[in-house]
């Protein structure tokens, strides 16, 4: 095991990965920018090095620098965290050049699955099943209207580097769609530098299902149950679960199956997501997230592992700490994301200061995975999510029961969050019902807010 290791990230992520490194005995060493010298994760870590001013392209996306706080301090590993730097597979090679241990997986599957075109091109390849659609690497407007009208409307548009919902576009005539193509690559563009396009079936009642996968170095490779994380805004998860509620056995057996068959067929090392997106009876493959996801603590909370260990013991060359027949799920979890945006003009990021905190009654059944103290100031310059609460139970109705109860013990005051809205979704009774769609949101609009 490693003696020391570096974080590349902030909030609560950073602070999740602190604690499971001072569980294990690994000293940890953090970032930060101007704005963040105060902060929790900065005071969790062992030694802290700052990087910059506060806008992430001068501070925590700055690789060469992090190498070099990571060589100062002697850290022989990064762990990226999820966002920033996690699935940048340049900064996956400066770690490597440097001989610095990358906690992720081998650069190749992180650049391959980094491309929605070349992933999807490998996934059938591979014999995972996909959306109807159309990828190339380079295609020109007139062969991707040609394209749309041969895989017939509705279309999505997607940007073949997105993330995070950004350069999608549904399209549900041949009149709209080239001006959203044409929007879609002005906004893929400026997210991502790269305005290469793909085309999707547009499914208008799916759920968001995804794998936890893991591999270790030795040629083992297993996956960690499932998640369903169709309660979405904007194609942004708001809460998500595990397991999936109500998915056949042949369908979960399935996905696992493909899930495996996904990281089998890049050579996958670490922990890593499969997510699909299932309608009806049927699933399709639409990415694989190459690093922790926010929401892998519910699957730590029905499992009873800890997964940045698990990254840790993979990445120091360790086999996984259990083999598929050992790794059993109990129960039922909910996380929530409390997010720092206001729901009355329409979820706009909120700033300000944190003048008030309440967390709620924690346990070994409620968790509050947070990065915030109060006091501390909410910038404009990074990722609204605040705090997560992961709750568990028995079963999915005693989950949902502590999670809404849970909801009403958190206060924040001083900013607007989403707390409130993310206790009408858990009140909602086609939450309870299991009715879940990734529409279920605009579905419920009015009920919601
Ligand atoms: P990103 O990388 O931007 O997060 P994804 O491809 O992972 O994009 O999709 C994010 C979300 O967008 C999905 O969870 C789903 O809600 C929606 N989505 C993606 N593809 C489709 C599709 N073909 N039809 C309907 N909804 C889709």
């Not at 953090?30 to 392209?57: I, N, T, W, Y």
């Not at 041949?174 to 044409?182: D, K, R, S, V």
């Not at 499932?226 to 397991?243: F, G, L, M, N």
């Not at 926010?294 to 698990?310: K, S």
Request: hydrophobic share 45%; glycine share 8%.
């Amino acid at each position: 095991m490693f003696t020391k290791i570096l974080i590349a990230n902030r909030g609560e992520i950073a602070c999740r990965i602190a604690r499971t490194a001072r569980r294990l005995g690994v000293r940890t060493v953090a970032v930060f920018s101007d704005a963040d010298a105060q902060a929790r994760h900065v005071s969790l870590c062992d030694e802290a090095v700052r990087l910059g001013p506060a806008p992430p392209a001068e501070s925590y996306l700055r690789i060469p620098r992090l190498i070099e706080a990571a060589q100062a301090t002697g850290a022989q590993a990064i762990h990226p965290g999820y966002g920033f730097l996690s699935e940048n597979a340049a900064f996956a090679e400066a770690c490597q050049a440097a001989g610095i241990t990358f906690i992720g997986p081998p650069v190749p599957a992180i650049r391959v699955m980094g491309s929605k075109a070349e992933s999807k091109a490998l996934m059938a390849r591979a014999g995972v099943p996909l959306i109807p659609g159309f990828h190339a690497e380079e295609a020109s407007d007139a062969r991707l209207t040609q394209a749309a009208r041969e895989i017939g409307f509705p279309v999505l548009i997607k940007a073949s580097a997105g993330g995070g919902g950004k350069g999608m576009r549904v399209v549900d005539d041949e009149a709209g769609f080239g001006p959203a193509l044409a929007a879609a690559r002005r906004e893929a563009r400026a997210a991502f530098g790269d305005d290469r396009i793909l085309l999707e079936k547009y499914l208008d009642h799916p759920r968001h299902v995804e794998v936890q996968v893991f591999a270790d170095r030795l040629g083992t490779t297993v996956t960690l149950f499932d998640r369903d994380c169709s309660i979405q805004r904007r194609h942004q998860k708001v809460i998500e679960e595990a397991p999936a509620p109500g998915l056949a056995a042949p369908l979960r057996a399935g996905l696992a199956e493909a899930a495996i068959a996904a990281a089998r067929a890049v050579a996958y090392e670490g922990a890593g997501t499969v997510e699909f997106l299932v309608q009806d009876d049927a699933f399709y493959f639409i990415e694989m997230n190459t690093r922790l996801q926010v929401e892998h603590p519910v699957t730590e909370m029905i499992t009873g592992l800890d997964l940045v260990e698990w990254q840790l013991r993979v990445a120091a060359g360790e086999p996984l700490p259990k083999g598929a027949d050992a790794i059993t799920a109990q129960g039922h979890a909910f996380e929530a994301r409390l997010c720092a945006e206001d729901p009355a003009r329409d979820f706009a990021p909120s700033t300000g200061k944190i003048r008030h905190l309440r967390p709620p009654a924690t346990g070994p059944h409620v968790r509050l995975d947070t990065g915030i103290v109060e006091g501390d100031r909410v910038s404009v310059h990074y990722d609204p999510l605040l705090a997560k609460l992961i709750v568990w139970d028995v079963d999915r109705d005693a989950a949902l029961r502590r999670l809404r109860g849970a909801l009403t013990e958190v206060q924040v005051a001083g900013i607007a969050t989403n707390i409130e809205f993310l206790g009408a979704v858990a009140a909602h009774p086609a939450f309870a019902a299991g009715a879940l769609s990734t529409r279920f949101i605009e579905t419920h609009a009015s009920a919601l807010f």
